[in-house]
């Protein structure tokens, strides 16, 4: 019997993150008789591999040295040559260039999916990254996006033609992420909740496109206005990251120290989340936002910055509010305006946490991948 075709995913680094959150969740979702996997590192994988529970998916890391480290592209040739994939996944720019490499490798096909843009290039218009994505464009087979957004910018930007091109969108683990509060004051430190807190919450990678200090200096605007809400209001905001520490002694510098819990980087977020009265993503830029899913599927109310995606997830007055990028004003006063009407943020909660089971679900995404893959390889769809 002839073994399942086999699909190399290469990636930066496979560590806490929305895109390799997918990735996993992909991988462990797909029916094993269908395609074996393997991922390729550029980088390093941190423990967070351990939540890959199918068997023999075959994690390497390449080590990549800080700036241009040549032996990297002699390294990952003699991988795939040793892997012998028939398909090779990328994601995003970090790892497009890499597909240059699969020329040398006969019959190959080629994905490359775009998961968001980093902070150097939040609009997608630098025109460097933009030649190689236009070089590059002629030699990928399909392209996979996570949003509408990027759908449009790979088609009128990059000049991708149509038919190269599929729009998926990521799903939400429903039977992990689900509304409950009964348990919310036992994972936080003592003393840190009462029962009249409203805790306003962030998940993410405290790093400068994820722009967490925007939700700080919302909160500090908001109990300098309103002086009555330190008693009540809290700032959860859990992820680890190269600013954790930075922002860390602005919250201190801030004078808000005693109403922010920096929770770092867990393995518990769906009870986090749950502890939540108000969920808030103030990014600089986003593709689709898997931790917004996760809070509409928690039932919370959404605040998000009107970027990327996530328009597409949040309709404004519906399931939650879109603010401008750095607008701390308009931030502060839309989180006081939910902390004071419980009925719209309950009413939010559950149209968000309808659309999430409507609309977002893995086994749905899952299918949607494998059917992309299948055409590729000339198998036929399965519906």
Not at 84 to 105: C, F, G
Not at 125 to 144: D, E, G, S, V, W
Request: charged share 20%; aromatic share 6%.
């Amino acid at each position: 019997m002839s073994l399942p075709p086999k699909i190399v995913h290469i990636i930066y680094s496979l560590g806490t993150g929305g895109l390799e959150n997918g990735l996993v969740n992909i991988i462990n979702r797909s029916p094993p008789e269908r395609y074996r996997h393997a991922i390729v590192c550029l980088t390093d994988a941190t423990d967070f591999a351990k939540r890959i529970t199918v068997p023999g998916v075959d994690v390497i890391q390449l080590h990549k040295k800080p700036g241009h480290d040549w032996g990297l592209y002699f390294r990952l040739l003699k991988v795939l040559f040793s892997l012998k994939p028939d398909i090779v996944h990328t994601r995003n720019l970090t790892s497009l260039e890499m597909q240059a490499l699969t020329l040398l490798l006969p019959g190959v096909k080629r994905v490359h999916g775009e998961h968001g843009r980093d902070v150097n290039d939040l609009d997608g218009t630098n025109k460097k990254y933009n030649y190689l994505r236009k070089i590059l464009r002629f030699f990928i087979h399909r392209y996979i996006t996570v949003s509408k957004d990027l759908e449009s910018w790979l088609k009128e930007t990059i000049n991708v033609p149509e038919p190269k091109v599929r729009q998926i969108y990521n799903g939400v683990d429903s039977e992990k992420f689900h509304p409950n509060q009964a348990l919310r004051e036992q994972v936080t430190p003592g003393g840190f909740l009462s029962g009249s807190s409203i805790v306003v919450g962030t998940v993410g990678r405290i790093a400068e496109v994820k722009n967490q200090k925007l939700l700080v200096d919302g909160v500090k605007c908001l109990v300098e206005s309103r002086p009555e809400l330190r008693e009540s209001l809290r700032l959860v905001l859990v992820g680890d990251g190269p600013l954790y520490d930075s922002l860390q002694s602005y919250i201190s510098e801030s004078g808000i120290s005693d109403l922010v819990w920096m929770a770092g980087d867990r393995d518990d977020i769906p009870q986090l989340m749950q502890l939540m009265d108000i969920f808030v993503l103030p990014s600089l830029a986003e593709g689709i936002s898997n931790t917004v899913l996760e809070a509409m599927a928690t039932g919370l109310p959404v605040i998000a910055t009107n970027v990327g995606g996530n328009p597409e997830l949040i309709s404004d007055g519906e399931n939650g509010r879109l603010i401008t990028v750095g607008d701390e004003q308009c931030l502060a006063m839309t989180i006081g305006d939910l902390i004071d009407d419980s009925e719209v943020r309950n009413q939010m909660g559950q149209n968000g946490l309808n659309r999430v089971r409507s609309t977002f679900n893995w086994p749905k995404t899952v299918n949607e991948y494998l059917n992309v893959y299948d055409e590729l390889l000339g198998f036929s769809q399965i519906i």
